[in-house]
T-cell receptor, first 114, second 115 residues
Framework: DQQVKQNSPSLSVQEGRISILNCDYT??????FLWYKKYPAEGPTFLIS?????DKNEDGRFTVFLNKSAKHLSLHIVPSQPGDSAVYFC?????????????FGQGTRLTINP | DAGVIQSPRHEVTEMGQEVTLRCKPI?????LFWYRQTMMRGLELLIY????????DSGMPEDRFSAKMPNASFSTLKIQPSEPRDSAVYFC?????????????FGDGTRLSIL
């Protein structure tokens, strides 16, 4: 069973517009969430995180929103740039384990069109 | 700053052979993680260490897989004997551990093909 789900395998967005990537989770023990970005032939790179005591965290063009009641989080990228084209993974962990045992979603491939 | 370094980047070998993947974590990081990425199962945690001690190996698929961390700057993941279904990209990651949540930093992976 997939505890972290990214239901959209791919997303295409025009440069300058907003990109919204979604993630759902089923395990109510998860209380720390992260987004990673991955380019081909490279390892995932940490983007932004949020703990369950917050519902929003912002870092530059990237904002993560958490809706605990819906067990849903989303990553907003504004404005989208061609360099944002990559695969984005959402990950979750229980804080009690020091957020070390990450469970990853399957990823969403984002393509930014010029 | 040097990131997590994995070797080799690519490995092609015949089934039944022993395979050893290597990882050098970021200096000063005291947690190390091994992941496997496949099309079917995505990115899954195999095992992780804190201060060179294995903490959770529940993700290790079979006894054919073993991991060691003899010191703070080196870890190996060994598969013996290897099988075609072990073909995947294997990632190593490291992080600081110290009570606060620290993101894991990944190496660029080893692409393993078992023929």
């Amino acid at each position: 069973d997939q505890q972290v789900k990214q239901n959209s395998p791919s997303l295409s967005v025009q440069e300058g517009r907003i990109s919204i990537l979604n993630c759902d989770y089923t395990n109510s023990m998860f209380d720390y969430f992260l987004w990673y970005k991955k380019y081909p032939a490279e390892g995932p790179t940490f983007l932004i995180s949020i703990s369950s005591i917050k519902d929003k965290n912002e870092d530059g063009r990237f904002t993560v929103f958490l809706n605990k009641s819906a067990k849903h989080l989303s990553l907003h990228i504004v404005p989208s740039q061609p360099g944002d084209s990559a695969v984005y993974f959402c990950a979750a962990s229980p804080l009690i384990q020091g957020a070390q045992k990450l469970v990853f979603g399957q990823g969403t491939r984002l393509t930014i069109n010029p | 700053d040097a990131g997590v370094i994995q070797s080799p980047r690519h490995e092609v070998t015949e089934m039944g052979q022993e395979v050893t993947l290597r990882c050098k974590p970021i200096s000063g990081h005291n947690s190390l993680f091994w992941y496997r990425q496949t099309m079917m199962r995505g990115l899954e945690l195999l095992i992780y260490f804190n201060n060179n001690v294995p903490i959770d190996d529940s993700g290790m698929p079979e006894d054919r897989f073993s991991a060691k961390m003899p010191n703070a700057s080196f870890s190996t993941l060994k598969i013996q004997p290897s099988e075609p279904r072990d073909s995947a990209v294997y990632f190593c990651a490291s992080s600081l551990r110290g009570g606060s949540n620290q993101p894991q930093h990944f190496g660029d992976g080893t692409r393993l093909s078992i023929l």
